[in-house]
């Protein structure tokens, strides 16, 4: 693994990790393209320097948790459904699916169809409702929450994508598009730690003063794509619906099953 590599991997990490489109696919899907060798070391890196993307969500709000105690209890209750589920399937996820070509492109290409599907439901039923996009954001109920932590373990398939999982479910429990893309953000704090806390401690890596330097690397850029990445998506978000990235997902999906079919 070379420094581009780091760079490049850690750009992706940073612009993917917020949108609907499954960062750790795409993570998965660069290294093999750019052809980094398998290690321990690629596995605990495209894992871990998701540590960038969680700082940029500290960063970027940490005024609005520090001024909420509610909204952090809203946050651990919608965590606790996502650790329970992780933990009950990390060892079957990390030793057969994730790294599975064939399973990343049906669950980007199936995503890709939900989303669509759904954004044509709430076209229809009118779910963008001026009066809960006027709501605090610690105003999501505790069940909601709860029910938002489920969607999201769904996000432990590779491909799935958790911030698809969670908005897609955000919203079809009627919440407004600015208020659960936020909640997905600050949900991704304990969620994406503790993803990382817990890969490292099953298979700690041994890191050399390159591999330390290339991860340090990956995680500076991962952090500064990351915040651009949110700021982008907040905007993106005030004109326009998910179908975009439901089509680029089916698009994606399509590249893969074509890669492995004659390559």
């Known amino acids: ?28 899907i660069a290294a093999k393209a750019l052809k980094v060798p398998s290690s321990d070391f690629l596995d605990s890196f495209l894992i871990s320097i998701q540590v960038g993307a969680i700082l940029s969500v500290a960063v970027l709000y940490a005024k609005t948790i520090i001024k909420s105690p509610k909204l952090i209890l809203k946050i651990a209750a919608a965590f606790i459904p996502t650790a329970i589920i992780g933990l009950a399937a990390y060892k079957l996820v990390k030793e057969y699916l994730f790294d599975s070509l064939p399973l990343i492109a049906s669950t980007l290409f199936v995503g ?6 759904l954004e044509r439901y709430f076209a229809r039923r009118n779910y963008d409702q001026p009066e809960e996009a006027e709501k605090d ?8 929450a709860a029910y938002i932590g489920i969607f999201q373990a769904l996000a432990i398939v590779p491909g ?4 698809a999982a ?22 991704a704090l304990p969620t994406m730690f503790a993803a990382t806390a ?8 041994i890191l050399s003063g390159d591999e330390l330097n290339l ?19 907040l905007k993106f978000i005030k004109k326009h619906d998910f179908r975009i990235f439901g089509w680029y997902r089916i698009i994606i999906a399509l590249l893969i099953l074509a890669f492995i079919l004659y390559f």
């Open 1 to 28: 693994m070379t420094i581009i590599h780091s760079i490049l991997l850690g750009l992706i990490e940073g612009i993917t990790e917020f949108l609907p489109i499954s960062s750790t696919a795409h993570l998965i």
């Open 112 to 117: 890709g169809i939900i989303i669509i599907l």
């Open 137 to 144: 954001l610690s105003s999501l109920s505790y069940r909601q």
């Open 160 to 163: 799935v994508s958790r911030s």
């Open 166 to 187: 969670t908005i897609m479910g955000g919203l079809s429990m009627g919440l407004s598009r600015k208020n659960i893309v936020e909640f997905s953000f600050l949900l």
């Open 198 to 205: 817990l890969d490292l401690y099953k298979t700690p890596p």
């Open 215 to 233: 991860w340090i690397i990956g995680l500076i850029v991962s952090f500064i794509t990351a915040v651009l990445g949110i700021k982008f998506f």
